[in-house]
């Protein structure tokens, strides 16, 4: 169980660690308001969707939660484009960004600790598990900030590159979870490559968190990924002439 607990929440985590590092990349000689400006929507987005969880979830025909955090998903990414398009608001915007994303992060790690088989494990076991998971997910983001400082400064379109996977990333989460509440019509199963490169596997893992990599994408998803994609990085490319 304690196993569990670290993959469950290096899987919840990791992706958020990854766009923070990718924004702080960005935004790291005001990186203190940019941590201001995370930290108070992040928590109170938290507070009340965990407050509101039960209601929320059994709103649209037990639908509410899942649409809510599609919600989210696109949030994200709409207020990345915006952060890159308008200067002026790339600093809380992008930070509401992560804050969008930390919200869906907080409220599935609160899910998992009050769920009743939780109580096989004990208040030690959980925060062991907990540690490891942050502590693993953090490491990978100090690495990524240092990996993605030398690619901006080598070639600065590699930094656009990077944001506009991890926003289209979003986008990717955002179609999953409107195909499963029939929001959204999947469409033809476009390719299979699980048997070369597992979602469970450390680089589908990995990807997973950083691109949204789908072993098994319906034509719906790809689609609005690649659009979404094309999106965003245009708006950085238009960010780096304006610079």
């Known amino acids: 169980m304690l196993i569990n607990t670290v993959l469950m929440f290096l899987r919840e985590l990791l992706p958020l660690c990854i766009l923070l590092a990718t924004l702080l990349v960005w935004h790291r000689v005001l990186w203190r308001q940019f941590a201001l400006y995370f930290a108070l929507p992040s928590l109170l987005l938290l507070s009340v969707v965990s407050l509101k969880m039960v209601w929320i979830s059994e709103q649209l025909d037990g639908l509410g939660l899942e649409l809510l955090y599609s919600l989210f998903y696109l949030s994200c990414f709409i207020l990345l484009c915006v952060s890159a398009l308008k200067a002026q608001y790339a600093l ?14 907080g409220s599935n790690l609160l899910l998992y600790i009050w769920l009743p088989t939780q109580t096989e494990n004990t208040p030690a076991d959980l925060l062991l598990g907990a540690a490891l998971g942050v502590g693993i ?30 926003g289209a990333r979003q986008v990717m989460m955002a179609s999953a979870l409107l195909i499963q509440s029939d929001w959204l019509v999947a469409g033809p199963q476009l390719w299979q490559t699980e048997q070369w490169l597992s979602e469970q596997s450390e680089l589908g893992f990995f990807l997973q968190a950083l691109m949204g990599y789908e072993a098994t994408p319906s034509l719906s998803q790809v689609l609005s990924y690649l659009l979404c994609f094309v999106v965003l990085f245009w708006c950085c490319s238009l960010m780096e002439r304006k610079r």
Not at 137 to 160: C, D, N
């Open 92 to 105: 809380w915007t992008s930070a509401l960004a992560a804050a969008c994303l930390f919200s869906i992060s």
């Open 137 to 166: 997910g953090a490491s990978i983001a100090v690495l990524w900030y240092y990996l993605l400082t030398e690619l901006k400064q080598w070639r600065s379109s590699s930094f656009a590159l990077l944001l506009s996977l991890s």
